[in-house]
């Protein structure tokens, strides 16, 4: 630890921190530009100029490490102005255009020109200007603002892991881009709105849309993956605005994924907007009464058995618990939350978690990835095994399709689940990584055990992971990968087949006469029978809710308040910002309405007893945002009465921007479809 | 500078002198090292294009088969080559005229050879080609040869001395094909002093 005075304030830091870090420490503020906690140091901006005792001249203070006994002082003459004609160099070529520019209001270089600029301009000679550049349909570039403080260019090489920001030319043609146009290609690329300081990269969708004063801003969760991303939703009036990722050190840290961030238009298309009956085989609308008593009807005419409901990918677990609970009413066992037909192992909770947490991955020294694809089904979990992968000494091997970019390098062990065997008896090289290793662990993707012999992909993967070294009494490195928000707080709540339970593939083989719905959108609704009838509650008139009887309309995750566990089950809460359109309530409140309309009314009627019961039937409910402590302790894992097939495993998520009902009614991802999706999938639409 | 406006050509490969220099030059470093022979084989590139289509340039495959050799991101390549004023990112003519036009060159007459590679040479100014293809001009800083200020450098060579006239025989030679001998117009050794040798002579007078 070094002993450093900073304007008087004696502070104490580790030896090797900036002296930037140092002021930090001491509460002092410190401009910046070019600096970014996350991101290497580049020291180029010279805005954080601070003196320091015996130093002839002031100093960056990023990029100057502190000193024991070392004197600092943050606001003396000297520095205000140094900073004054940094600040005068950096307002020589950037426009005053601040009127028009998107970043105005949280702009870095706006506000501290409050602090250090002049009241004029003594530059008189012509201004540069940079071409626009076009990198793709989230960003929007306005080069002329640009400062060259890099933090892009270090973004996409250090965090995003896809190096194609550069910058090219010299001096005063410096330019920032990618030389040879082209749209960036990580789906991280959003932070870099968030990262620029000035208005030279700002959200396309966004542009000229509202002013930061103007918004209203609600805390929320993104469910779009299963990372749980901390959000903020910006709103106006009824309308969701943009989405920014907030800080949450154990989760996102302060990044969010494109899919999530962008995705949000899709709220406002194709919504339900009020109930819908099928009646002589056309959909008419409804009124809540008249839904209500054809379901009703239906439900007291189908013997308990016959009556199923499945649980989706974006439901929340209140209305879960709530379907739960009058499924249990009418006496039916028939619940499945697994939409893809994933053979996830309900019996212990760590059977299906990610067990090792994010930021637990910073811990571990050795990973397998088993038929997942990090990148695309949890882009920001992927950004941590990066940063843990950049750290060096920390082998990454890959069970999977070949020629997958991961963002780091990770050998490619093979295709199928053969590698899993190889692996158990040894006679793979990989398996001596992993004894090898202190703290080995393993990502097992929620596709590779989606298919028929996923059970058993599932306990091999299991007994790999015991047979490795990763299920130790303070380690726990078994890790299932999930896609959504909703997957896990379905499975937390068991609502999975009960004792003589029918699951998914059973009640779509005619097990039911009466199917309901929740949020479910995760399979072909051709493989529900004809004669099955259908209750859909949702929000997006997507596949299912055509194939649908009834349609009861639901809430977005913007549009209610509700509780999502991720895919390392830790619930948070996130916020109703905007209501639901038209006559669609909160999900749970239509299933409570429901309940007292045919006489089973659930034992809750507000938020606060649903969540106590919710905290009552699974503990994850009770520490919201933390994760229990992990760790193994007892060996045994799943069962599977068959055995590993030879097919390779198939990865789930092929279009990243289209893989959920709101993106898929999205604009703006429709047209990232359109650039970067899989070509096929062009062909087909 | 986004993507260039002149034609690109389609395919980029190193011949086998090319990859002869290019086996020494990655010897130099170190396995997980081998980004730092980014330079080294830019130039192998642009000699390599001035060799084969007499114009010594770097086009954009071959920055690209560069970044795939020595396992970096194809940016990063641009963004060396596009930084050195050394490496030429569009064709250029047969010759490259580097004219130095810092002080001392310019106080000794590099106006005069300016004026020399106009009319010569036949370009209309720094940055021009000639309509032949035979030169092209550009004005670089000190080339650091002061002493025998003003200096041109063609190609790799230093020519130094020159006037208007020595400028224009010069590159009336190139244009024959011939390559002169670089070093001084006026004959002096290295950076000896003009004329005759006034100091230790060795006829004893001082």
Known sequence: MAKVTIDGIEVKVPNGSSVLQACEAAGKEIPRFCYHERLSVAGNCRMCLVEVEKAPKPVASCAYPVMDGMKVFTDTPVVRNARRGVMEFLLINHPLDCPICDQGGECDLQDQAYAYGHDKSRYGEAKRAVKDKNIGPLIKTVMTRCIQCTRCVRFAAEVAGTPELGGTNRGESMEIGTYVEKALTSELSGNLIDICPVGALTSRPYAFVSRPWELRKTDGIDVLDAVGANIRIDTRGPEVLRILPRINEAVNEEWMADRGRFSFDGLKRRRLDRPWLRKDGRMVAASWAEAFGVIADKLSKTSADRIGAVAGSLADAESVLALKDLMAAYGSANLDCREDGAAIDGARPDFYRFNTTIAGIEDADALLIIGAEPRKEAPVLNARIRKRWAQGRFPVGFIGPAGIDLTYSAQHLGEGPVVISALLDGSHPFAATLKAAQKPMLILGRGAIARADGAAVLAAAWRLAAEAGMLKPDWHGFNLLHHFGGQVGSLELGFLPGQGGKDLAAMLGGGVDALWLLNADGFDPARIPASTFVIYQGHHGDAMAARADVLLPGAAYTEKDATWVNTEGRAQRSYRAIHPPGEAREDWRIIRAFSEGVGKTLAYNDLDALRARLASISPVFARIGEVAASGCADLAGPQAAMAMEAAPFRLPITDYHRADVISRASDVMAECASVYGPQQALAAE | ?206
């Open chain 2, 1 to 206: 500078m986004s993507a260039p406006a002149h034609k690109e050509p389609h395919s980029f490969g190193f011949d086998a002198e090319s990859e002869a220099k290019i086996a020494t030059i990655l010897k130099r470093y170190p396995e997980s090292k081998q980004a730092s022979a980014v330079i080294p084989l830019l130039y192998v590139a642009q000699r390599q294009m001035g060799r084969l289509t007499g114009s010594a340039w770097v086009p954009r495959v071959a920055m690209d088969v560069i970044a795939d050799r020595l396992s970096m991101p194809p940016i990063r390549v641009y963004e060396v080559a596009t930084f050195y004023f050394m490496f030429n990112m569009q064709p250029i003519g047969r010759h490259h005229l580097q004219l130095c036009g810092t002080t001392p060159c310019m106080l000794r007459g590099s106006d005069d050879v300016l004026r020399a590679c106009k009319d010569a040479g036949g370009v209309k100014g720094v940055g021009d080609t000639s309509a032949d293809g035979m030169f092209t001009l550009t004005e670089v800083e000190c080339l650091g040869a002061c002493v025998n200020a003003p200096i041109l450098q063609i190609d790799d060579d230093y020519y130094e001395d020159l006037s208007y006239e020595s400028t224009v025989k010069l590159l009336e030679a190139f244009k024959r094909g011939e390559r002169p001998k670089p070093g001084s117009a006026i004959g002096r050794m290295a950076s000896a002093p003009a004329g005759e040798q006034t100091v230790l002579t060795g006829r004893g007078d001082e």
